[in-house]
């Protein structure tokens, strides 16, 4: 599939911004956009050359926002499509906010988020609330970039793949544990682990919006369809090595006010434990997605869990 210009991917509105202000951060990823106020009231000309600059840049950040509350960070979300409920198995505030708080868990493992259903969250929205005074960095991975720049064999290759995403992955094989689960960690795996639900994605998925293949991996996938465990490991491994390798990423110092804003259907992304035992405390809220389309027409299936009281299925 041939890779869109800018105009296309952007809907026109390429790099003329007339209501916002962006001014990008990485080479092929990240973007600061400066000239909203996060709330209900951003209009739709605003809205609409921002949702074109995430488009573009995967991520975007938003600086200077501590008026936010958790009804402005709605409000907000909501101009940007039909929002979630806070996680499939994680009650969060019962209605749309997801709080990230390093007393319960610390997801330092690259991941997109909510793989295992079928209908994956489009975008994310993360809100700073509390944060150490050092380290707690995000880095960000460009997930279609990723499939870009592999070799055409490779491409060939994984375009033919399927995956089984699973929200009862191995957190120790993922980041082997030192001293032990606290409680309050172990009661969110628990809750996090309630309700099992099992997806089987393509490997490569088309982007509703701008019609780009994008590598659908991370810590959530289980396995590649017909494929023995050793080769899938190895197969696994080779790409996320491609889609992690630094110059294909962006990391992020977070300061007081700060939004992150990321397209969930191009990237993946990793919070860094680097902050000892000191608070870290965001606050996610989704908006729907559609179900995955690979690159020869098939899409997801079901295997176990309906995610159907999580978020309906976006136009």
């Excluded at 009650?91 to 209908?119: M, Y």
């Amino acid at each position: 599939m041939t890779r869109l210009h800018d105009s296309e991917t952007l809907g026109g509105i390429g790099d003329s911004y007339q209501h916002i202000e962006v001014t990008q951060v990485g080479g092929v990823i990240g973007a600061v956009v400066g000239g909203i106020r996060v709330g209900g009231e951003v209009g739709p000309a605003a809205v609409a050359e921002l949702r074109a600059a995430l488009l573009r840049h995967r991520v975007v950040f938003l600086r200077d926002q501590q008026h936010a509350t958790d009804a402005d960070q709605l409000a907000f979300t909501t101009l940007l499509g039909t929002v979630t409920k806070p996680h499939p198995t994680v009650t969060g505030d019962g209605q749309a906010v997801l709080p990230i708080d390093s007393e319960r868990g610390k997801a330092n493992s690259w991941h997109t988020d909510v793989t295992f259903v079928d209908r994956i969250p489009a975008i994310s929205v993360l809100r700073a609330i509390t944060l150490p005074p050092y380290g707690g960095t995000t880095v960000w991975a460009n997930t279609v970039e990723a499939y870009r720049r592999l070799h055409p064999g490779l491409q060939a290759l994984v375009g033919r793949l399927r995956a089984v995403h699973s929200n009862l992955y191995d957190y120790a094989q993922q980041r082997p544990l030192i001293g032990g689960v606290d409680v309050k960690e172990e009661e969110y795996r628990e809750e996090f682990r309630s309700v099992e639900f099992e997806t089987e994605h393509p490997v490569v998925r088309i982007h509703p919006e701008t019609g780009e293949p994008s590598l659908l991996l991370g810590h959530f996938v289980r396995s590649f369809t017909g494929l023995s465990s050793a080769d899938f490991q190895d197969l696994f491994a080779l790409l996320q090595r491609h889609i992690t390798c630094l110059e294909n990423t962006v990391r992020w110092t977070w300061r007081d006010g700060d939004i992150a804003i990321w397209d969930n259907r191009a990237t993946q992304h990793y919070a860094v434990a680097d902050y000892d035992d000191r608070p870290r405390r965001l606050h996610r809220i989704t908006v729907a997605g559609d179900i995955p389309v690979g690159i020869d027409g098939d899409t997801s299936v079901v295997i176990k869990g309906d995610a159907g009281a999580f978020s309906p299925v976006a136009a």
